[in-house]
């Protein structure tokens, strides 16, 4: 195996993805992509608003901070579990396209995510596409539950 990817949102279900992903990258002494996808389309979704309004000026800079919040996490956790290299990428598009092309792009052997994502605001971010993802990538899937 040369090179793993994982999709996180930032849920408690990402998470578990991030760790067998971390273990699995130890296990095969390979690099580790993190992923998040920001959908701006999604942007207008009203807890996206409501939180763009307490902490950032647009919905669009709530989302970017988020994701960039998300990876930052998710690879400080990937380190701490063994992953020998973690590289962190936000990409911005319609999520399960976004990833399989995001696997594509790294050459990914194994794509690993959560079998769901945290509902309105992390739909804008990944959310349930593992079926999607699973359809169309190039390699291989992991959906952790």
């Not at 901070?65 to 911005?92: K, N, Y």
């Not at 092309?101 to 194994?110: F, L």
Request: aromatic fraction near 4%; hydrophobic fraction near 45%.
């Amino acid at each position: 195996m040369q090179r793993i990817l994982v999709a996180t949102d930032g849920s408690d279900i990402a998470g578990r993805a991030v760790a067998f992903a971390a273990r699995l990258a130890a296990h095969e002494q390979c690099p580790l992509t993190v992923v998040s996808v920001v959908d701006y389309f999604n942007a207008s979704q009203p807890d996206v608003v409501e939180y763009s309004h307490q902490e950032h000026d647009t919905p669009e800079g709530a989302l970017n901070v988020w994701a960039e919040q998300t990876v930052a996490h998710a690879t400080r956790d990937a380190l701490r579990l063994g992953a020998p290299q973690v590289e962190a990428e936000i990409h911005s598009g319609e999520a399960a396209l976004s990833i399989v092309e995001a696997a594509q792009k790294n050459q990914a052997d194994v794509i690993v995510m959560g079998k769901r994502g945290r509902g309105p605001i992390a739909s804008a971010l990944l959310g349930s596409v593992s079926r999607q993802v699973t359809a169309t990538a190039p390699c291989a899937v992991i959906v952790v539950p």
